[in-house]
């Protein structure tokens, strides 16, 4: 929900309990406890404006949690409700059984002590319950309800998050179209904020790979294969990285993390948390070159060196050309001379084969 629907609501909400408060007031007109229709207003002001702050207390506190707190609170209060069964007030009665019976009034004693007892235990147990469970992960949810956990898991896949740089990659909308990920994908809003910025005011290059990005999005998001939602709340602290609030979203969904970024990969393995990484999936799909193979390659473009012309295989590795210069623009023979393995895949040196 956007800020101004937020403060439209609120407006309504205060004007509402202000025409509350008036015919509260105007009710009382000709009765003992008379209140004049300033107070009235007033009063239904200030109750609203009290709502509002502790709503304003429950900033991130999303609609999951809120679940996640009922669950608890249900504990709490059946756990309560079981020692109030068991008549445990009985042992405190038994504590003050002398100054009880010598009181004036000691059945009204003993109903009161009883009353405390039980509105002590329910609101204590459920206090613990609720905080436990807020505290709790999925995991913890999942040795209760096993059953439903599998269900999940089994019909659904564990959820993936998605980062900015997954985003915009080129390969994501084949690797979701091949079936291999399965799973409901989350993209934070903070997120698509940050593509949507790139698309419109980054540098030449980055702006290409952003405006990608939101095609790739509008794909997904039009796909019946794939289940994707932009969540809008804000996980974490507005002075945390966005990379830790990326680990902190996918812990919180019991997710998985898919990135470009290796040094996200090893920060969130390192938090225990499960990431897909496209490099690491990349390197570990392409095939293995060998020093001393030959192979026929298109040269495209000169090297770093100026006797040097790059070339590319279908899978996207790079092959850097010795003594090639004179080649770009045709396709030549290629003895393979050594290989170097990066982040971002395999690459390849070669030089020209003389037959």
């Known amino acids: 929900m956007n800020q101004t629907a937020v403060n439209i609501s609120r407006l309504i909400y205060l004007l509402v309990c202000q025409a509350a408060g008036v015919s509260i007031a105007l009710s009382t007109k000709s009765t003992a406890i ?3 229709v300033t107070l009235g207003l007033l009063i239904g002001l200030a109750i609203g404006l009290a709502f509002i702050g502790i ?13 996640t707190a009922t669950f608890g609170l249900g504990v709490g209060l059946l756990c309560a409700w079981l020692l109030t069964r068991v008549q445990i007030s009985k042992l405190l009665e038994l504590a003050f059984h002398n100054k009880i019976s010598s009181a004036e009034d000691g059945e009204a004693l003993a109903y009161s002590l009883r009353l405390t007892l039980d509105v002590t235990l329910f609101a204590s147990l459920g206090f613990l319950g609720t905080v436990l469970a807020l505290r709790s992960n999925r995991d913890d949810f999942a040795f209760i309800i096993p059953y439903v956990r599998f269900r999940q898991d089994a019909s659904s896949g564990q959820p993936i998050v998605l980062d900015a740089e997954t985003v915009m990659d080129g390969r994501i909308l084949r690797l979701l179209s091949s079936g291999f ?6 993209l934070a809003q903070y997120v698509l904020e940050e593509i949507q910025t790139l698309a419109n005011e ?5 702006r290409q790979r952003a405006q990608r990005g939101l095609e790739n999005l509008e794909k997904m998001q039009s796909s019946p294969d794939v ?3 932009i969540h809008e709340e804000r996980m974490g602290t507005e002075g945390q990285t966005v990379h830790a609030r990326l680990i902190e979203m996918t812990k919180f969904y019991g997710a998985r993390l898919m990135t470009l970024e290796d040094k996200l990969v090893h920060i969130a393995k390192l938090q225990g948390v499960s990431v897909l990484s496209l490099n690491e999936l990349d390197i570990a799909l392409s095939p293995p070159i060998a020093v001393g193979e030959r192979l026929r390659v298109p040269l495209v473009r000169p090297g770093k060196e100026s006797h040097q012309a790059i070339g590319y295989l279908p899978d996207g590795s790079m092959i850097v050309v010795n003594q090639a210069a004179g080649e770009i623009g045709s396709t030549v023979d290629l003895v393979v001379v050594t290989t170097l393995q990066t982040a971002g895949g395999t690459l390849i040196f070669g030089e020209i084969a003389h037959s």
């Open 55 to 67: 709503e304003r207390l429950m900033k991130g506190f999303t609609l999951r949690g809120f679940s």
């Open 202 to 206: 980054g540098p030449e290059g980055l």
């Open 34 to 36: 008379e209140i004049s």
């Open 227 to 229: 289940q994707i939602s």
């Open 181 to 186: 990920i399965s799973g409901r994908l989350i």
